[in-house]
């Protein structure tokens, strides 16, 4: 069974940082893209950030030059790297895995910007 755990969420001040980290385990396929999404209260989830195994990366203009996606493929690990937070950076960050068989999502990570 295919598990995707995140980590790495928290509260942070305006201006800050954090690593969101995805662990994926149980696939004998290599996830071909790794993505991160996130979802505000009351707000559709949205597209953040995604990587390929050959490393092309895709960002939503909200976070570009502010938030760096990375995987480590031998790990099937994805991370993603939050500079410059603002209070409307603050959401239920999810982590997407696709490989051959499907789609799989973690059960989210809770970020908070403050003001």
């Known amino acids: 069974q295919v598990q995707l755990v995140e980590s790495g969420g928290g509260l942070v001040q305006a201006g800050g940082s954090l690593r969101l980290s995805c662990a994926g385990s149980?696939?004998?396929?290599?996830?071909?893209?790794m993505s991160w999404y996130r979802q505000a209260p009351g707000k559709q989830r949205e597209f953040v950030a995604s990587?390929?195994?050959?490393?092309?990366?895709n960002y939503a203009d909200s976070v570009k030059d502010r938030f760096t996606i990375s995987r480590d493929n031998a790990k099937k690990t994805v991370y993603l790297q939050m500079e410059s937070l603002k209070p409307e950076d603050t959401a239920v960050y999810y982590c997407?895995?696709?490989?051959?068989?499907?789609?799989?999502w973690g059960q989210g990570t809770q970020v908070t910007v403050s003001s």
């Open positions: 149980g696939s004998i396929f290599a996830f071909n893209v």
């Open positions: 997407k895995a696709v490989n051959l068989r499907g789609n799989y």
């Open positions: 990587a390929t195994t050959g490393g092309s990366t």
